[in-house]
Nanobody
Framework: QVQVVESGGGLVQAGDSLTLSCAFS????????MAWFRQGPRKERKFVGS????????YYEDSVKGRFIISRDNAKNTAYLQLNNVRPEDTAVYYC???????????????????WGQGTQVTVSS
């Protein structure tokens, strides 16, 4: 059974950097697309970014382009989300998601992913 577990959230100040980790188990990591979503208070869960199995292709939501970086280490079965120059509006619960990769460009909605972590809270103070 595939499992993903996030870690690394916390309270940071605007302009700071933070790296979230997503540990994967129960499958062949390199065959899974990995994605990050976030959900603010009373808001829908929204796509942040995704990365393909080899790590060579990434997609980002427009508001985080140039600030957030998604990466993966297939030797460690771990994906990462580096948050740079964070803003108060980045405050949310961040979720890691995994699914067998099909066409990464189409995998930008929650329904494309079958495996989810429990989420990790990121709070950005102004």
């Amino acid at each position: 059974q595939v499992q993903v577990v996030e870690s690394g959230g916390g309270l940071v100040q605007a302009g700071d950097s933070l790296t979230l980790s997503c540990a994967f188990s129960g499958g062949t990591f390199g065959t899974y697309a990995m994605a990050w979503f976030r959900q603010g208070p009373r808001k829908e869960r929204k796509f942040v970014g995704s990365i393909n199995g080899s790590g060579g292709t990434t997609y980002y939501e427009d508001s985080v382009k140039g600030r957030f970086i998604i990466s993966r280490d297939n030797a460690k079965n771990t994906a990462y989300l580096q948050l740079n120059n964070v803003r108060p509006e980045d405050t949310a619960v961040y979720y890691c998601a995994a699914n067998i990769q099909t066409t990464l460009s189409t995998m930008r909605t929650p329904d494309k992913y079958n495996y989810w972590g429990q989420g990790t809270q990121v709070t950005v103070s102004s």
